[in-house]
């Protein structure tokens, strides 16, 4: 076998592996890479890991590319199958192609990727990956959990964080917080980390003397103010690239402002706690997760139930705005939990949305379901159908693209 085509199988079985860390331990593909940074604390696996996970990220098309080019369609045919570990068939869900084609996909995205790397194969080090990409990688396996937290308390814990640092640096803060701010909606983990990312870029670029931390309310949204004296190159970054990341992950928009004096002012736009509350019943998790992708934006907060009996209690307890729901369920009669929650006056009134591969809209209507859609789910469908169904309480968000 020709030394690339064995590169290239190389390539496919470690990606085909990549979360069997004992498996990747000893797989010939890393000797291809010997020079490692002799301070470096990664196994072999992490490393290995790290290498192939950057090198797909590599091949994400830029910004404003058309989201169905073919390099959209190869890219996410490689995470959705190998980062994110999806089946094939649930990977044919999520992309809404054959079998066939995905296959032509996932050829193409190897070839790509056995290209880069054989390219770096020559001597190259595998050398520990920024924050940012350290970052996207644990985002990618992280399941969002939106809740209701309190300002002060995400402020005081990022704080509390940052001490040694401010102290060391002769940083002091200078925290003005209402005695009576509303409570915001977002995963706190996240939000507390970009916070402390942001925050200790600030730190690291400043003089001794002193940063601001106050908040303003604007609509549904509680701004927490960031300023600096110092004219920060944020752009460069890693601490900022990763707190972008980890906002873009839950619909948090981080803005940048100019300040008096020349300094800079970063704004962390929080979405306030009454969101609209949406019920996902599927018995596929990769629905529930793509899902809170599509809406995070938005800021819905997403109720999750893989079984009937499950999203028959929390659609009486919880009371969502309004309901999605898989009718082909292992188990589970779809149609049958439509009517049930259709006859039951605590739900009746909850608007139901038909998701499903089923070509039916007419049985879904004459059933009581306020809308249909036909899987794969398109973004902009599932936003739009909401927003019609839930009302006008979005119209603060920016516009789809």
Request: net charge negative; with cysteine.
């Amino acid at each position: 076998m020709e030394p690339e085509a064995e590169f290239r199988k190389q390539v496919k079985d470690a990606l085909e592996h990549l979360y069997d860390t004992a498996y990747l331990e000893t797989h010939p593909l890393l000797s291809q890479f010997p020079n490692q940074p002799a301070d470096s604390r990664l196994t072999r696996a992490q490393k290995l890991r790290g290498l192939l996970k950057e090198t797909i990220e590599a091949l994400r098309p830029p910004e404003g590319s058309p989201s169905g080019s073919p390099e959209w369609r190869s890219y996410l045919a490689l995470r959705y199958r190998y980062v994110r570990g999806l089946s094939a068939g649930e990977t044919e869900s999520e992309l809404g192609i054959s079998l066939r084609q995905l296959q032509r996909e996932l050829h193409k995205g190897l070839d790509a990727v056995a290209a880069l790397l054989w390219d770096k194969r020559a001597g190259a080090a595998v050398s520990p990956m920024p924050d940012a990409a350290q970052d996207l990688h644990e985002l990618d396996q992280w399941e969002i959990s939106r809740q209701n937290c309190e300002v002060r308390t995400l402020v005081d814990d990022t704080l509390w964080m940052l001490k040694p640092l401010l102290d060391e640096r002769s940083v002091t803060m200078q925290v003005d917080l209402p005695t009576n701010l509303a409570p915001v909606f977002v995963d706190a983990t996240l939000t507390r980390h970009a916070l402390f990312k942001v925050l200790r870029m600030l730190i690291r670029n400043s003089q001794p003397g002193t940063l601001s931390l106050r908040t303003r309310t604007e609509g549904t949204q509680t701004k927490i103010v960031l300023q600096s004296a110092e004219r920060v190159t944020y752009e460069k970054e890693e601490d900022w690239k990763a707190a972008q990341l980890i906002c873009q992950q839950q619909g948090v928009r981080l803005e940048v402002e100019p300040a008096a004096g020349g300094g800079i002012e970063i704004v962390f736009a929080l979405p306030q706690a009454s969101q609209p509350r949406v019920l996902v019943i599927d018995d596929n998790a990769a629905i529930h997760t793509l899902f809170e992708r599509y809406l995070a934006p938005h800021h819905y907060e997403l109720l999750h139930a893989r079984g009937g009996q499950e999203a028959l209690q929390l659609a009486t307890e919880k009371q969502p705005d309004a309901i999605t729901l898989d009718v082909m369920m292992p188990n589970v009669d779809g149609w049958q939990v439509l009517r049930t929650l259709i006859g039951n006056p605590a739900t009746a009134r909850i608007p139901i949305i038909i998701c499903s591969v089923l070509k039916e809209p007419e049985l879904a209507f004459s059933l009581g379901a306020r809308a249909y859609l036909k899987k794969p789910v398109e973004r902009i469908e599932l936003v739009s159908t909401l927003a019609r169904l839930v009302g006008a309480k979005h119209s603060h968000e920016p516009p789809l693209h």
